[in-house]
């Protein structure tokens, strides 16, 4: 019998077992997640090297929430993000030096700051997000569009999953 490293023997614990996650549609949930999250990563940073050279990958997903909903606080940012205020403060002050951002008082509250994406911000991304759109259809152009709809469909229902 082989020891999975848990002291659990090859299964796991009974309660893992009961729990279904051994099942064969999670294992394949687990493999294929895998490999999509892999490639997303990968592709984040080839996006975010076409939008400028210097730009960090994890900066990506920031100027495409930017991008979708308009001015926001840091600290909205880095709780959608997932980061540190620390960390949200770093990567705003290299968008800004790359010009892609910039901010400006809230009119609600003179102590805060909102961060908005510049023009050139703005020129960029959405030339990227347009290519990157243009990518996916055309390696999913033998897909019909309903199950490109559903596929859409799951994943939402998937991310706002996630997000409790």
């Not at 490293?5 to 090859?10: E, S, V």
């Given at each position: 019998?082989?020891?999975?490293?848990?002291?659990?023997?090859?299964?796991?614990?009974?309660?893992?077992?009961?729990?279904?996650?051994?099942?064969?549609?999670?294992?394949?949930?687990?493999?294929?997640?895998?490999?999509?999250?892999?490639?997303?990563?990968?592709?984040?940073?080839?996006?975010?090297r076409e939008v400028h050279p210097d730009l960090?990958?994890?900066?990506?997903?920031?100027?495409?929430?930017?991008?979708?909903?308009?001015?926001?606080?840091?600290?909205?940012?880095?709780?959608?993000?997932?980061?540190?205020?620390?960390?949200?403060s770093r990567q705003l002050r290299a968008l800004?030096?790359?010009?892609?951002?910039?901010?400006?008082?809230?009119?609600?509250?003179?102590?805060?700051?909102?961060?908005?994406?510049?023009?050139?911000?703005?020129?960029?991304?959405?030339?990227?997000?347009?290519?990157?759109?243009?990518?996916?259809?055309?390696?999913?152009?033998?897909?019909?569009?309903?199950?490109?709809?559903?596929?859409?469909?799951?994943?939402?229902?998937?991310?706002?999953?996630?997000?409790?």
């Amino acid at each position: 019998m082989q020891d999975n490293g848990n002291g659990d023997g090859p299964g796991g614990d009974s309660a893992l077992a009961a729990s279904g996650v051994d099942q064969p549609a999670f294992l394949a949930l687990e493999r294929e997640l895998t490999v999509l999250l892999r490639r997303a990563r990968a592709s984040q940073g080839e996006m975010a090297r076409e939008v400028h050279p210097d730009l960090e990958s994890s900066a990506y997903g920031l100027l495409v929430r930017l991008d979708e909903c308009g001015k926001q606080r840091a600290t909205e940012l880095a709780g959608y993000i997932g980061v540190g205020k620390a960390t949200m403060s770093r990567q705003l002050r290299a968008l800004e030096e790359l010009g892609l951002v910039a901010r400006e008082p809230d009119p609600a509250d003179g102590r805060a700051w909102l961060v908005a994406l510049t023009q050139e911000g703005q020129d960029r991304v959405r030339r990227v997000r347009e290519a990157r759109r243009a990518r996916y259809a055309g390696r999913l152009a033998d897909w019909d569009t309903h199950e490109v709809t559903e596929l859409a469909r799951l994943l939402h229902q998937l991310n706002r999953g996630m997000e409790k």
